[in-house]
């Protein structure tokens, strides 16, 4: 069946910042259900161009003093999205909060996959996180430093 393009475009990604820390030698088993993900992020809108947009991804794995991880990752991408066709400004935010960091931490977890080669390939998989928890809860401080600097 042939897929219909998504109204959201990625067009570019750019990683920004990649630091990994390995800590092989005092680890005895490694569980990627216990890895611990932080993540944050921005959106911006391009000046100068029509539909387009830039939203910045930052992610921390494992950056825990209470366990000793395997690894620890901080990665910095950005990506540019546009639209194939106008959307009301409402839509627009939805699909750039909900499908563009989808579609950015989809694009981080294979990266850092590649990236953690020397395990087995099933202890490279990062979990699967609850963006719209991370976007209800951005949202939510933001409205409240408003409120604060207001």
Do not use: C
């Amino acid at each position: 069946m042939k897929a219909k393009k998504s109204v959201l475009q990625l067009k570019s990604v750019n990683i920004e910042h990649l630091k990994i820390e390995w800590n092989l030698s005092t680890v005895k088993e490694i569980n990627p259900e216990d890895y611990i993900v932080d993540l944050d992020f921005d959106a911006f809108k391009v000046k100068d161009k029509k539909d387009t947009y830039l939203l910045k991804l930052s992610l921390k794995v494992n950056h825990s003093k209470k366990v000793n991880f395997a690894f620890k990752v901080s990665l910095s991408l950005s990506g540019i999205f546009t639209f194939l066709e106008p959307v009301d400004e409402e839509r627009k935010t939805q699909y750039l909060l909900h499908n563009g960091l989808s579609i950015l931490y989809g694009f981080a977890r294979g990266y850092l996959f590649s990236k953690l080669d020397p395990f087995h390939p099933d202890h490279r998989i990062l979990p699967t996180i609850n963006l719209l928890d991370i976007i209800r809860r951005k949202l939510k401080n933001k409205k409240l430093d408003n409120k604060k600097g207001g």
